[in-house]
């Protein structure tokens, strides 16, 4: 690879116009590709086969009507005081507007909706007076009949007793007066008052049953009614319009899901929601609607890069220095991302995807640059030819970028194995945003080098070409109490502050994370105060029937399991939405008591799902979906991949560090050291976000959970950033244990050697990452501590105090390693030591006009050995395990390799 490498180097130096713009029409490319095939990006983040996610799809397969995306719009008079007729119209007005979107399915005002839920309320008051009415009719009937049946069993008892009397006169008679004319007039007088009596009994019992049917008509509508007013009591803390009438809900219905809804209609409604001339109303967007792709480039990240260009200048000293790794970052990202983002329409992106690439690429690009680049000056300033000194920086660093890039790129793209495709996207991505760093770094870097020739030094500079003399280096070990103590309070103070670490929480954002002057924030506060926390995260609770029901079971099954629903903790309210038109289904909108990112709403989310409702039927089980049900889904989907990420992480360390430093107990200090600095980090980003420690300074105004997919992300990017900062320093020391050096010593002058491009490439990406710490987007603010805080803490702390400490206590079995798996080991040369042996010699024919010191330029090549200057020239032999030379070289590096 090196030589590859130094042959792309010499390419490049000398077709630099070629190459120069050969990136241009790449960048062009890029750009064309993006216009012609980008598609939308998403604020949404999904997982598929989440418990969520298939209760949607039961939604959508059950309810095709309601299938779509919901947004929040949030209105409130700026007077404190209830809406007036004028200003609901012009809510109204302003709804009817918005409907008129494309994409939108319809909107429905707040006042009207709560008007309904009056009126309901009020169809129960006058039902039961209309019953209450009712029974009394009924009861007056009843008693009116109770009266009818007394007077004919009266009738009857007075005919009953005619009957006995005239029977006992004919038998007194005898038989012919019996069938005298008087006689049997008065039989037919009896016969026809009983059937007059008869008569009334049926007219009676006709009666009866007419009123026994009226009651049961009543006692039906009665139950109706109890049950509409069971239902309408589960929903009593549900609102549209607040108590005080001060605020009003008003619902936006997508005709597709939220994170598909373009963002061009979304802006505009934030847009018309902004712009709105309601007088003495204030209009707020949610986060489903307002909450879109994050700019890439702030005043924050505008600040870093400037930070990042102070200290390029502050190392090089010249600005066109400086301005070289700033133009090829800047190349970088931009082919980088365009080409990224035009696949766009073939893949779901989430708007952090592209700003992670940015990130990533402005960082690594700038260092990738400098560390070439440094290499190149130093060369040239002990006299080697513009040309071949190109070549050769490019062999060597340029080397170790690759391996070192590379690392990154493997870290990124193994978030694939998670199996989450928007955090493998994002991964992807990365290492897309990397590989391009590298190529830009080896190509692009060098045809500007070829291009600038002599002029990369400054004018003082190039008038003491070939003079810089020896190099001096420590020749004194660091103590060993001073070693045990820093290594100590490193680990000491590094377990103290990952120690918040234990009570991290994952969660997505809310509207609460915004900045306090922002829509959404408004949007969230209103209806925190308005109507409750719950009303910022509603559960969508679907309640699976054991079989169909009928259509009249359907309002008491709802009133059952709406009922158990309640009975858990938290709920504030149970909200009916309806049943399939098959009826084996019914879906419910459940209030929590707390926000979407509280723990009592993960706790009742989980209760829910484990409920069971028992009916006449069989037992409902119940699946839950909403934001808030989501983000919990989310969260522990990468909790339970993160073990298995890490593991995978670590051992990938191992294994390259083995081969690359061949040695045993290296790899695992710099592993172990890689764990600390990630934990630490872990505990920097839970005080501040979640616990809100020093929250005035980072603007942390609601502390809330970790951005759940942080942790994950921030282990791939810290493990290749850590391992490149291990190479630069640990390199250094195994070359000058291999010439010669005591193990103790070599510790020393590899730290000599490495520790300036190591501050200063830390500081650049510190300086990077935290221009995103005051990023607008909620979502990237934690992402740009995080990284920033961990290579602060893992270069500052781990690799140049507690590496070297305990490289020093290990002394010389730091670099043990079994015979046999030294033999099978390759030799990886990372940083291209066989192709400096091989090209010792300068390049006369392509030094610029400004080479001066030409005939000095030979006396001190390769005098950038062991612990070479600023540049880091620490390249690493990495041959097989070597006892120190008998006489060790004292205060200064050997002018050539053994």
Request: charged share 15%; net charge negative; glycine share 10%.
């Amino acid at each position: 690879m090196a030589g590859l490498l130094y042959r792309l180097g010499r390419f490049s130096a000398r077709r630099h116009w070629l190459v120069i713009i050969a990136w241009i029409v790449i960048m062009g490319i890029a750009g064309l590709t993006y216009s012609l095939f980008a598609g939308t990006i998403s604020s949404s983040i999904t997982i598929p086969n989440t418990k969520t996610s298939q209760v949607q799809d039961e939604l959508a397969d059950k309810f095709p009507s309601a299938n779509g995306g919901n947004g929040t719009l949030v209105f409130e008079t700026t007077d404190g005081k209830a809406f007036t007729a004028a200003q609901k119209a012009d809510v109204k007005d302003f709804l009817d507007g918005i409907a008129d979107l494309d994409g939108v399915k319809e909107v429905r005002d707040g006042f009207t909706t709560q008007d309904q839920l009056d009126e309901q309320r009020q169809k129960i008051v006058d039902g039961r007076q209309q019953i209450q009415d009712g029974q009394a009719q009924i009861d007056q009937q009843k008693a009116q009949l109770e009266s009818g049946k007394q007077q004919i069993e009266q009738a009857q008892t007075q005919l009953d007793q005619q009957k006995a009397q005239a029977e006992a006169q004919a038998q007194a008679a005898g038989a012919a007066a019996a069938n005298s004319a008087a006689a049997q007039a008065g039989q037919q007088q009896l016969e026809q008052a009983q059937a007059q009596i008869d008569a009334q009994q049926q007219q009676l019992t006709s009666g009866q049953e007419q009123l026994e049917q009226a009651q049961q008509k009543l006692d039906d509508q009665e139950q109706q009614l109890e049950q509409g007013s069971d239902l309408l009591d589960l929903s009593k803390d549900i609102r549209f319009v607040s108590s005080n009438g001060e605020a009003s809900i008003g619902t936006v219905q997508f005709t597709k899901s939220t994170f598909e809804v373009p963002q061009e209609t979304k802006q505009e409604i934030s847009d018309r929601a902004e712009s709105a001339k309601i007088d003495g109303v204030d209009v707020y967007v949610s986060n489903d609607i307002a909450q879109g792709v994050p700019s890439i480039l702030g005043p924050g990240e505008i600040v870093g890069v400037i930070i990042a260009a102070l200290v390029l200048f502050l190392m090089l000293r010249t600005v066109i220095g400086a301005a070289i790794p700033l133009l090829s970052a800047v190349l970088g990202v931009g082919v980088a991302s365009l080409a990224a983002l035009s696949f766009s329409s073939l893949v779901e992106f989430i708007s952090v995807t592209p700003v992670l690439g940015v990130m990533l690429g402005l960082a690594v690009g700038i260092d990738y640059s400098l560390f070439i680049l440094n290499r190149h000056r130093t060369q040239l300033k002990a006299g080697m030819g513009v040309h071949e000194s190109i070549g050769l920086a490019n062999g060597t660093s340029g080397n170790a970028v690759v391996f070192a890039g590379t690392t990154v790129i493997v870290a990124l793209l193994a978030l694939n194995i998670t199996g989450i495709p928007f955090l493998g996207l994002m991964g992807t991505v990365g290492a897309v945003a990397v590989l391009f760093a590298i190529l830009i770094a080896t190509s692009f870097t060098p045809a500007l080098l070829s291009l600038l020739g002599m002029r990369i030094l400054r004018k003082k500079e190039r008038q003491q070409i070939g003079r810089t003399g020896s190099v001096q280096v420590p020749n004194k070990p660091m103590s060993t109490w001073r070693a045990v103590v820093t290594l100590v309070a490193g680990v000491a103070v590094l377990g103290t502050i990952a120690l918040p670490a234990t009570q991290m929480r994952l969660g997505l954002p809310t509207g609460a994370s915004e900045a306090t002057d922002s829509s959404q924030y408004k949007a969230y506060k209103a209806l925190e105060d308005e109507f409750g926390a719950g009303q910022n995260g509603p559960l969508l609770v679907v309640a699976d029937l054991p079989k169909a029901i009928a259509k009249d079971d359907v309002t008491a099954t709802e009133v059952t399991i709406g009922q158990a629903l309640a009975r858990n903790d938290d709920v504030e309210a149970v909200l009916p939405i309806g049943a399939s038109s098959d009826r084996d289904i019914i879906a419910f909108q459940v209030k929590p008591a707390g926000g979407p990112d509280s723990v009592s709403t993960e706790t009742l989310v989980k209760d829910l799902r484990e409920q069971t409702v028992k009916t006449d039927d069989g037992t409902v089980t119940l699946g839950v979906a909403g934001n808030a049900s989501a983000n919990i889904d989310v969260s522990e989907k990468l909790a339970n991949v993160l073990p298995l990420y890490l593991v995978v992480v670590v051992g990938l360390s191992l294994i390259i560090l083995i081969v690359v430093f061949r040695s045993f107990l290296v790899p695992i200090t710099a592993t172990a050291g890689f764990i600390l600095s990630v934990l630490a980090s872990f505990g920097g980003l839970t005080a501040i976000y979640q616990f809100g420690w020093l929250g005035s300074v980072f603007g942390v105004h609601d502390p809330a959970p970790i951005l759940s997919f942080l942790p994950i992300i921030e282990i791939g990017i810290l493990f290749g950033l850590a391992m490149d900062y291990q190479l630069f320093l640990v390199s250094g020391m195994r070359e000058a244990y291999a010439h010669g050096a005591p193990a103790k010593v070599a510790v020393q002058r590899g730290l000599h050697a490495g520790r300036a491009v190591v501050t200063a490439a830390a500081i650049i990406m510190i300086s990077v990452f935290a221009g995103f710490i005051f990023s607008e987007s909620s979502t990237i603010k934690p992402i740009g501590f995080g990284l920033a805080f961990g290579v602060l803490v893992d270069a500052f702390v781990v690799r140049m105090l507690l590496i070297p400490a305990v490289m020093h206590l290990l002394g010389k079995s730091a670099w043990w390693i079994p015979k046999w798996l030294d033999r099978i080991l390759p030799d990886v040369d990372v940083e291209g030591a066989k192709l400096e042996r091989s090209h010792p010699g300068d390049d006369r024919g392509h030094r610029g006009a400004h080479d001066v010191a030409g005939a000095a330029a030979g006396e001190h090549r390769g005098s950038h050995a062991v612990a070479g200057t600023a540049a880091g020239e620490h390249r690493g032999s990495h041959a097989a395990d070597v006892e120190p030379d008998a006489n060790p070289h004292e205060g200064h590096t050997p002018t050539h390799r053994a």
